[in-house]
């Protein structure tokens, strides 16, 4: 039976908190239901320059590929879009963040606990993010630790049309203290909170948050939108007044000390598709010949040949 997509009556229904034991919770149940279809994976690490990549092999990719495929089908036999988050898989559902967003099980999870923060009633993802995203996911980076992300447009990765922003707990890996990028952006120089990584020979923009647990979650919000907007700046998209779409493809990450923006040329190379984890040093290959082509490639070049140099 599908959740009710009508509005919440409060702010906030989540109570502070209890975010992640609602996670563990349903990521327990989803799995004993089947609903939950988790992407087993092997691990190897490989270090370029001051970021230690982890490089995922996809050992069973068929299930998401099927469920893809049958979407497909739908649409183009119906003529209509399929929304896989109107409605909602009731199985997969967290809780109500508020009254804008909801928050998900991701369905096809590689890593353990993965969120989606989607929003209540249909917005493309290609639309900006806005205010209403911010609050919501700083409301979500205040309870977890991790990365969150965004996949803008399907060159950049992303794979349903309604706009949803992810997240995933920190470290990376399990029982590891792994971050790969937290030495690189420990050696930027920020000028007016925004900077580059010298590792990236290529066109992105790195912006410190310097949000305090003082701030309040409208402060919060607030400073991440004006972050957000200074770094499609800083990295040429220019936004028309009035305007909510997007001007081109881009990834975004974020955490509750920084953000980036890395704009997108194209959706993969060499048949290695890449999304915004790719930019966050976790990468994903089908199987050992891939792994082998990207080690021959290096990590960084595979990145700078899916950006803009």
């Known amino acids: 039976m599908e959740k009710s997509v009508n509005q919440p009556t409060a702010r906030f229904l989540l109570q502070p908190g209890t975010l992640w034991s609602k996670t563990t919770e349903q990521t327990k149940l989803a799995r004993q239901c089947g609903a939950l279809k988790s992407i087993e994976t092997e691990y190897h690490l490989i270090q370029q320059q001051d970021i230690s990549f982890v490089v995922r092999t996809l050992s069973n990719l068929a299930r998401k590929e099927q469920a893809s495929k049958k979407q497909h089908q739908q649409e183009h036999q119906t003529g209509q879009r399929i929304d896989p988050f109107l409605p909602y898989e009731s199985d997969l559902f967290v809780g109500d963040l508020s009254p804008s967003h909801l928050c998900l099980l991701n369905k096809f999870n590689v890593v353990n606990n993965h969120l989606l923060i989607v929003t209540r009633d249909f917005e493309s993802q290609t639309d900006l993010l806005n205010l209403q995203d911010f609050t919501a996911l700083w409301y979500c980076l205040q309870e977890i630790d991790g990365l969150a992300f965004f996949n803008g447009g399907k060159t950049a990765g992303a794979s349903q049309s309604h706009k949803h922003l992810q997240l995933i707990p920190l470290p990376f890996l399990p029982n590891v203290m792994h971050r790969p990028l937290e030495e690189a952006i420990a050696n930027i120089t920020f000028k007016n909170s925004l900077g580059k990584l010298d590792s990236f020979d290529f066109c992105h923009g790195v912006a410190a948050l310097n949000i305090s647990n003082q701030h309040s979650a409208e402060v919060a919000a607030e400073t991440m939108l004006q972050r957000y907007h200074a770094l499609l700046d800083y990295v040429g998209f220019k936004i028309a007044s009035q305007t909510q779409k997007q001007p081109g493809a881009y990834n975004f990450l974020a955490t509750r000390e920084w953000m980036m923006i890395v704009p997108r040329s ?15 040093g976790s990468l994903f290959v089908r199987d050992q010949s891939s792994l082998q082509l990207l080690k021959e490639l290096t990590p960084l070049k595979l ?3 899916v950006a803009f140099i």
């Open 266 to 280: 194209r959706e993969s190379f060499q048949n290695i598709p890449i999304n915004s984890l790719g930019f966050a």
């Open 303 to 305: 990145l700078t040949e």
